[in-house]
């Protein structure tokens, strides 16, 4: 089992950055696949980004390719979220993920029943 605590959030205009991180407990933190999704008030959880556990394949949603980029240092057992230009519609609160699952597909890792493991979230709100 790993337990995941995030940091990083915060209050950010417009344009600005902000990096989350999430870091894990554990010894086998190398064999996680780690996901980073993302609910706004009165609407859905949403996938955000994902890395996979063995050859750190990265997938991303639309809307924050080329802004966003995930990372993760094994060292450190901490995945990371570099958030660049930031807009008022990625206001949610953020959530990192964990899954040991050997099956790491794309869609795998899109889908939030993918991951057993959940950190309690960090708040991350853009003002215009």
């Known amino acids: 089992q790993v337990q995941l605590v995030e940091s990083g959030g915060g209050s950010v205009q417009t344009g600005g950055s902000l990096r989350l991180s999430c870091a894990a407990s554990?010894?086998?933190?190398?064999?996680?696949?780690m996901g980073w999704f993302r609910q706004a008030p009165g609407k859905v959880r949403e996938f955000v980004s994902a890395?996979?556990?063995?050859?750190?394949?990265?997938s991303y949603i639309n809307s924050v390719k080329g802004r966003f980029t995930i990372s993760r240092d094994l060292a450190k057992n901490t995945v990371y979220l570099q958030m660049n230009s930031v807009q008022p519609e990625d206001t949610a609160v953020y959530y990192c993920?964990?899954?040991?699952?050997?099956?790491?597909?794309?869609?795998?890792?899109?889908?939030?029943?993918?991951?057993?493991?959940w950190g309690q979230g960090t708040q991350v709100t853009v003002s215009s």
């Open positions: 993920a964990a899954s040991n699952s050997a099956y790491a597909t794309e869609y795998a890792l899109r889908l939030g029943s993918f991951y057993p493991y």
């Open positions: 554990g010894r086998t933190f190398s064999s996680y696949n």
């Open positions: 890395i996979s556990a063995g050859d750190g394949r990265t």
